[in-house]
C-alpha cells in the first residue's frame, strides 16, 4: 500500500487574519496552509523585525487568530524548520467537531461580542 504524499499550500503573499479564516471554513481534514514564513515570535517585535508596523500588526492578528483555531480544534498547528532562524508555520486541518452546529463565522462573532442573526444570541455571558 501507498502512501500520500502531504501537500502544504503556501500562499504568494502574506495571509491576513480574514483569509486565514477562509481557509480553515473551508478546508477539508488534512490540507496544509503555510500561513507564515520566518520567525513569528521575532517578526512580530518591534526593533527585532524587518517588517513595517502595520506588517507587525498583521502578524500578530494571523498568529492569534491561528493559536485561536487549534483551541477550537478545528486545526494542529505544527513548524516545519528551514534553517537557522527560519521556519515555516504550518495549519493542518482537522476534522470539523461533529457536535458543533456553530459554523466558524458563528464562532468569530461571538469572540467579537457581535449578534448572531442566526441565533440572536449576542455570545457574550451576562455578568
Do not use: N
Given at each position: 500500500?501507498?502512501?500520500?504524499?502531504?501537500?502544504?499550500?503556501?500562499?504568494?503573499?502574506?495571509?491576513?487574519?480574514?483569509?486565514?479564516?477562509?481557509?480553515?471554513?473551508?478546508?477539508?481534514?488534512?490540507?496544509?496552509?503555510?500561513?507564515?514564513?520566518g520567525f513569528l515570535t521575532l517578526d512580530r517585535c518591534q526593533g527585532?523585525?524587518?517588517?513595517?508596523?502595520?506588517?507587525?500588526?498583521?502578524?500578530?492578528?494571523?498568529?492569534?487568530?491561528?493559536?485561536?483555531?487549534?483551541?477550537?480544534?478545528?486545526?494542529?498547528?505544527?513548524?516545519?524548520?528551514?534553517?537557522?532562524?527560519?521556519?515555516?508555520?504550518?495549519?493542518?486541518?482537522?476534522?470539523?467537531?461533529?457536535?458543533?452546529?456553530?459554523?466558524?463565522?458563528?464562532?468569530?462573532?461571538?469572540?467579537?461580542?457581535?449578534?448572531?442573526?442566526?441565533?440572536?444570541?449576542?455570545?457574550?455571558?451576562?455578568?
Amino acid at each position: 500500500m501507498g502512501t500520500t504524499p502531504f501537500i502544504t499550500v503556501r500562499a504568494r503573499r502574506p495571509l491576513t487574519e480574514i483569509e486565514f479564516c477562509a481557509w480553515v471554513a473551508q478546508a477539508v481534514p488534512g490540507d496544509r496552509l503555510e500561513y507564515h514564513r520566518g520567525f513569528l515570535t521575532l517578526d512580530r517585535c518591534q526593533g527585532l523585525s524587518r517588517f513595517t508596523t502595520e506588517e507587525r500588526t498583521r502578524l500578530t492578528w494571523l498568529g492569534a487568530r491561528a493559536f485561536w483555531a487549534a483551541e477550537q480544534g478545528l486545526v494542529h498547528l505544527v513548524q516545519e524548520r528551514l534553517g537557522p532562524d527560519q521556519f515555516a508555520y504550518i495549519a493542518v486541518a482537522r476534522p470539523k467537531p461533529k457536535a458543533a452546529a456553530v459554523s466558524l463565522s458563528a464562532l468569530l462573532l461571538a469572540e467579537q461580542g457581535q449578534p448572531d442573526h442566526a441565533t440572536g444570541s449576542s455570545g457574550r455571558a451576562a455578568a
